[in-house]
């Protein structure tokens, strides 16, 4: 649709397109992409399964085992997107209805700083993901560029420990592009699924702070004499209460949309995330001795960090600015409006007493509070590692 190939929404649109997951895509090109992308990832994820089995090193263990929770946490990303396909859609379908709704320049000058907002965000998040991710795939070539040492005869690297049970040095670049091809497309849909999220969010933040000024804005009048009981065609702030209700009412509904389609995958994957952090930064410590391995590892366990906060980010910011609609009615000059107009407020301020917030699985809530109890999970279970091996 041409109202997301604007600036605003464009590079989301070209990311969720790569992937075959953006709603306004033919079926026939969307499902040729899956088919592809699910064939190269599966193949290698078999590859990664088969090679643990080989595997008689604790530490090579856990390195191992850590890129087959990722492709996992990825998976489950993309099989989100693919049964959320239609209330993605109703979300996209309501950010152009928004767009198209506002008539107030200030109202879509909110709007907008809040769409550039969810820009910024998409390019530092993909920025990092994809610089890490060329970081990552550097590591096995650098024999390959700088020259093998003479006393090395061991197979070359490779991203991961796989088994294709076929001879790994004579295939070794074919194995290599596969394991390269697959990275990129697990990170492609990460980075596709998470940028998608924070557009979403920051659109309902935009939402938010439109409401909240327009509940500023709603009594306007500094009369002396106040007519306690006028008219309703004469009782403006009354029109503009109601008006800021409508708003409210959509607003949550779209916030409730989201919760609908990313809640599932946010409890699975904040499980993913301690399992891995705590693994990689096993894995780090175990290899100090090898600059190349360990920087590797702590790229890793950043980029893996950088995830969850921006997810966890993005959830506190809709809390605080639902909680601004709050603060709004209670700054609010209620004493200078109707009577029928106060009981408006009372129920206004009844409905939003609780912050909108999002949840994973309905188990907790998604918060800054819950990016740092993750984050000290991680370290226990990095302990507990550390402490087995």
Not at 276 to 285: K, P
């Amino acid at each position: 649709m041409r109202f997301f190939d604007g600036r605003n929404y464009r590079i989301n649109k070209v990311l969720l397109s790569c992937v075959g997951q953006w709603p306004y895509q033919t079926n026939r090109s969307s499902n040729a992409i899956i088919i592809i992308m699910v064939s190269l990832a599966g193949t290698q994820f078999i590859a990664k399964i088969c090679g643990l089995f080989s595997i008689d090193n604790a530490d090579v263990f856990i390195d191992s085992f850590s890129p087959l929770i990722v492709d996992l946490a990825c998976g489950v990303k993309l099989i989100t997107c693919i049964l959320k396909a239609t209330e993605i859609k109703a979300l996209f379908n309501q950010i152009q209805s928004d767009w198209q709704l506002l008539t107030t320049p200030s109202y879509i000058k909110v709007l907008n700083n809040y769409a550039q907002n969810g820009r910024t965000f998409t390019i530092i998040y993909a920025s990092v993901f994809y610089s890490a991710l060329i970081l990552f795939m550097l590591i096995p070539l650098q024999p390959l560029l700088l020259g093998p040492s003479s006393n090395d005869t061991s197979r070359p690297a490779l991203l991961h420990q796989v088994e294709y049970y076929i001879d790994m040095e004579k295939y070794y670049f074919p194995i290599l592009i596969h394991g390269y091809i697959t990275a990129v497309i697990c990170v492609s849909i990460a980075i596709a699924a998470d940028t998608m999220y924070v557009i979403v969010v920051q659109h309902v933040c935009g939402l938010f702070m439109i409401i909240g000024q327009q509940l500023e804005n709603a009594i306007k009048e500094d009369n002396i004499e106040i007519n306690f009981k006028p008219s309703i065609t004469d009782d403006k702030p009354y029109g503009n209460i109601i008006s800021s209700i409508r708003a409210h009412k959509r607003a949550l509904r779209f916030a409730s949309l989201i919760e609908a389609t990313f809640s599932p995958m946010f409890l699975v994957v904040a499980g993913f995330n301690m399992v891995i952090i705590s693994m990689t930064g096993v894995t780090a410590v175990s290899n100090m001795d090898k600059p190349e391995e360990f920087f590797r590892q702590i790229t890793f366990s950043c980029a893996l960090l950088v995830h969850l906060f921006f997810e966890s980010f993005q959830a506190h910011r809709l809390i605080d600015h639902s909680t601004y609609i709050h603060t709004s009615l209670i700054n609010l000059a209620w004493y200078e409006t109707s009577f029928r107009t106060r009981k408006l407020l009372i129920f206004m301020l009844m409905k939003t007493r609780e912050p909108c917030v999002l949840t994973a699985g309905k188990m907790f809530v998604i918060s800054m509070d819950t990016f740092s109890t993750i984050v000290r999970t991680s370290v226990s279970y990095f302990t507990m590692l550390r402490s087995m091996q």
